[in-house]
């Protein structure tokens, strides 16, 4: 379900573990719970309609999968040069991609199911997706971007130099991709992002390239050397994405910009933290839900905001003295997000404050609580899965387990037991490092 992976994640991985900011702390405690029942309580069964879409996971740096209901280790792991990362199922869920090794040295690996049969594509790469339609994967590796044939891994065909980032159309008909930018006096001019759509074909043979768009020029109130991935409204008419400033400066902040499908109508929305998970557009319509606000810090100035595209102006639906985080969409008028109190970052993770799940309703502003606040616990990474069940993840710090109920608001079980914990950087977590559904 997690189509896009940007690697450069696992630096900032690093640097959180190197700076002690693995993990959440103390919570609130002063949610009442609705549904959901605490971790080792009586656990009711999931009950849904639908089954649980198929999953794949990291447990102990190994790549497993619970398919049918029924864990299994599909390639075996472990730390360092071993370790697995970043699970995503093939459009068919006939595949998985993944990586093995360490940040800057990470191999992009396949594994068929079916067959147990792995594959290494490349080594190293920065960022790759599957196409929606396809099971072809494409691939940046140093600025060069690439596709391949998922039975075809060692004959890839290059598309473009010199690039930044990428996303698939939404038909799977080619990519749309931004060109780096170049510094042009050895200091502080550079080049504009050009934002270029390269058609594919069915065969796998590549077009010529045109210009869709080309960013603003650098000035008091803009700056880009680049983009993050491209995220397609429900329609097809509009597409989200952050202009990205140099490393230092995009920590902290970046443009969060709508650009219309045919390049005609462009809008700088807001500054947010470089986090592409945090930018989601309502499965109905055309509204986009992100979490505003500049500052590394998870724990500070992060507020769920919701916009129409194109003109609307952003609501904030987080309360004051409360800060937002990962969320979800729970049909075109819902919203599941992690929250809790707003605090300063603490380097001593048993002193941040633990999120808990609450449901947004985007007409009126009111707020439901899904989950206890608890000082142990913390909640985060919701989902809302293709059978309307509820996912989430419970990490107390030591131990991550994915949660799942049959509808938010009903009561959930432990659905996998043991994951490895996800991406960290100053409480903005990336679970999409260990977690992804089929489908």
Not at 213 to 219: A, V
């Amino acid at each position: 379900m997690r189509v896009v992976l940007y690697l450069g994640v696992t630096l900032v991985s690093l640097v959180s573990m190197l700076t002690g900011t693995i993990g959440a702390a103390a919570g609130t405690g002063n949610n009442k719970a609705v549904a959901v029942q605490t971790e080792g309580a009586t656990l009711p069964s999931i009950r849904s309609k639908h089954t649980v879409p198929n999953a794949a996971f990291i447990r102990g740096g190994s790549l497993w999968a619970k398919i049918a209901g029924k864990e299994r280790q599909l390639v075996p792991g472990g730390t360092g040069a071993a370790a697995v990362r970043y699970p995503r199922w093939s459009p068919d869920g006939q595949w998985i991609a993944y990586t093995r090794g360490e940040m800057g040295s990470q191999q992009l690996r396949l594994i068929e199911i079916s067959k147990g049969a792995e594959h290494q594509v490349v080594k190293p790469v920065d960022r790759f997706a599957w196409s929606p339609d396809k099971n072809r994967l494409a691939y940046l590796q140093n600025g060069v971007l690439f596709v391949v044939d998922a039975k075809s891994p060692s004959k890839p065909t290059q598309i473009a130099r010199e690039m930044s980032n990428f996303a698939w159309l939404p038909d799977g008909s080619g990519m749309l991709a931004s060109t780096q930018a170049k510094i042009l006096d050895g200091q502080s001019n550079w080049t504009q992002v050009r934002l270029l759509r390269i058609p594919i074909s069915a065969t796998g043979s590549v077009g010529p390239a045109t210009i869709l768009y080309t960013l603003p020029q650098q000035s008091d109130d803009f700056f880009a050397v680049g983009t993050s991935t491209f995220k397609w409204s429900a329609n097809g008419k509009w597409f989200a994405f952050l202009a990205t400033p140099t490393a230092s400066l995009s920590a902290d902040g970046n443009t969060l910009c709508l650009l219309s499908a045919d390049g005609k109508v462009f809008r700088k929305v807001d500054e947010m933290v470089n986090h592409e998970q945090w930018i989601q557009w309502s499965p109905i319509g055309e509204s986009l839900a992100y979490i505003g606000g500049v500052g590394r810090e998870a724990t500070s100035n992060k507020q769920l905001k919701v916009l129409k595209a194109p003109t609307s102006q952003p609501a904030a639906y987080t309360p004051q003295g409360k800060v937002a985080g990962d969320f979800s969409w729970n049909g075109g008028q819902s919203i599941i997000v992690s929250q809790t109190v707003e605090s300063p970052f603490s380097n001593d993770p048993a002193k941040r404050m633990r999120p808990s799940l609450v449901a947004v309703d985007v007409a009126s502003g009111k707020q439901r609580p899904l989950t206890a606040g608890a000082a142990a616990v913390g909640e985060y990474d919701p989902i809302v899965l293709p059978g309307q069940q509820l996912s989430w993840v419970r990490y107390d710090g030591l131990k991550a387990n994915v949660w799942v109920a049959g509808k938010a608001g009903k009561p959930g079980a432990v659905w996998i037991s043991g994951i490895d914990p996800g991406d960290n950087y100053y409480e903005q977590w990336g679970w999409d490092a260990v977690l992804d559904y089929a489908g």
